[in-house]
């Protein structure tokens, strides 16, 4: 039996008034998840329980079946994992993201989308000048990177860069013991960004500087059984967000690489589905995620995620679903980690909608459509989402 799981990141949603009343999952013109919900089994999930911050990265441990009210220790260790970087004990690991501040807020959480050169020479001047005995900056992707401190007893809390948008710097700057150091780094690096010829170069074409650092998602490295120990089965994750490919390591998973994906809507979808086929070939779980419908709403631009979710039907499942039917026996799950709707533009606590297709088919209580109807129309709930991946493998 080969046992497939497509995350859809970001991809619930809620009635958006540029879609006339409907969720992108309603408005897009999605063929192949229709044939799957038809032939089906549709349902809902909370993937993320109460007490646990409202992210994708715990609902990547639920879907995984690790309980994220457990084993969560935020997004900074597993993002250390998917990049490599080991943790000490006491070690505690940061996510970096280069933003835009007027100095008295954060103005723009991604700094205009910032990526490739431009983002990678801003974070090395940073990195150069704010050195310190006790951190380390390590260099990541476009505007995301990695912060490790190993000295003493540290115990912060931090807001994400898009919960922090609008307010006065003083309420979102991290909190806690261990603050005025890292309050330090974040106001010292908008000295250091904010004249910056990459930034004089942006502000000329009409572009947000990158000319802060923010510092959040701090944790410690979480210790997680092996998923070979815990499912009896070995597998894949494919994906290029650095949480993906740090909680495959740490599960035991393979993640292998793939150049041509971002996480972004333009990312390479017939790649993913082709390295997803190439898997099952040796391996029998293979997860994929796709980052695009997220970062249209991140955006706010429903327009964009709809065009991300036909993107992912088109050249994701309907590749996917062929290149699973010539095996004997397969079960394949769609669901979304979070729902992030395009108008609020962070995620909601929200249940998700999934969908079950199986070679064998599977029992149907309700004809039911994936999209967010499913929450109020199938009976198939589970409260517990970290469950989830057991009615996956159960066939």
């Not at 993201?97 to 989308?113: F, I, N, Y």
């Not at 393979?254 to 390479?268: F, K, Q, S, V, Y």
């Not at 997860?287 to 997220?294: A, D, I, K, R």
């Not at 967010?372 to 517990?384: F, G, L, Q």
Request: negative net charge; aromatic residues 6%.
């Amino acid at each position: 039996m080969k046992y497939v799981m497509v995350v859809i990141g970001g991809g619930a949603d809620r009635p958006a008034a540029a879609l006339y009343g409907k969720t992108p999952l309603q408005a897009a013109h999605l063929p192949t998840l229709d044939l799957l919900a038809r032939e089906g089994l549709v349902g809902s999930a909370d993937l993320v329980p109460e007490g646990v911050p409202l992210a994708p990265e715990p609902a990547a441990l639920a879907l995984l079946g690790y309980d994220p009210a457990r084993y969560y220790t935020g997004p900074g260790p597993l993002d250390a994992a998917g990049r490599a970087v080991p943790l000490a004990p006491g070690d505690v690991a940061f996510r970096v993201d280069l933003v835009s501040s007027d100095g008295e807020t954060l103005t723009d959480a991604t700094a205009g989308g910032i990526a490739g050169a431009e983002a990678e020479a801003l974070f090395r001047e940073v990195a150069g000048h704010l050195t310190g005995l006790h951190w380390r900056f390590y260099p990541g992707r476009g505007r995301r990177h990695l912060f490790v401190w190993s000295g003493p007893s540290l115990d912060v809390a931090c807001y994400a860069p898009g919960a922090a948008v609008g307010r006065p710097l003083p309420e979102v700057l991290p909190q806690g013991d261990g603050e005025a150091t890292l309050r330090t780094l974040i106001y010292d690096s908008l000295e250091i960004l904010d004249g910056h010829e990459v930034n004089d170069r942006r502000r000329d074409a009409g572009q947000p500087p990158a000319n802060m650092i923010w510092l959040w998602g701090p944790g410690r490295a979480p210790s997680l059984p092996s998923f070979a120990a815990t499912r009896g089965l070995g597998g894949a994750v494919i994906s290029p967000a650095a949480y993906w490919r740090g909680l495959a390591r740490l599960a035991g998973l393979r993640a292998p690489e793939l150049p041509g994906a971002t996480g972004r809507i333009e990312t390479d979808y017939a790649g993913k589905a082709r390295e997803a086929v190439a898997a099952l070939q040796t391996d029998d779980f293979v997860l994929v995620h796709l980052g695009g419908p997220g970062a249209a709403s991140v955006q706010g631009d429903a327009e964009k995620k709809v065009d991300a979710l036909e993107r992912l039907d088109a050249r994701v499942l309907a590749p996917l679903l062929q290149g699973v039917k010539p095996l004997d026996d397969f079960r394949l799950l769609v669901v979304p980690d979070v729902a992030i709707p395009v108008e609020e533009r962070v995620p909601v606590r929200d249940p998700v909608p999934f969908v079950l297709y199986a070679s064998r088919g599977v029992a149907r209580p309700v004809r039911a459509a994936f999209d967010e109807s499913a929450v109020e129309e199938s009976p198939v709930r589970y409260d517990e989402g970290y469950r989830l991946i057991e009615l996956l493998l159960r066939g």
